[in-house]
């Protein structure tokens, strides 16, 4: 896949490159996570930590694009 032109390119901020490694970071221990041996609690914050992460994942596109 050709390399977009550097017009194109989206540059994000220290504080946005943090926000994306956060969230990837989430991902990274909720793909990881051995959900049958989980206890509920355990669950219920994997659940709010990925919800948190996709609503600061939207924020940060909303404010890329707007």
């Known amino acids: 896949m050709p390399d977009a032109p550097e017009s194109d390119e ?3 901020t220290p504080e ?3 926000r994306v490694a956060l ?3 989430d991902l990274t221990c909720a793909r ?3 959900l049958g041996t ?3 609690a355990g669950l219920i914050r ?3 930590r ?3 992460s996709l609503h ?3 924020n940060l596109i909303e404010d890329l694009v707007g």
């Open 32 to 34: 990881n996570a051995d």
């Open 16 to 18: 946005q490159e943090t």
């Open 10 to 12: 989206c540059r994000l």
């Open 56 to 58: 600061d994942a939207l």
């Open 50 to 52: 990925l919800r948190g």
């Open 23 to 25: 969230a990837r970071a």
């Open 46 to 48: 994997l659940v709010e």
């Open 38 to 40: 989980t206890d509920p």
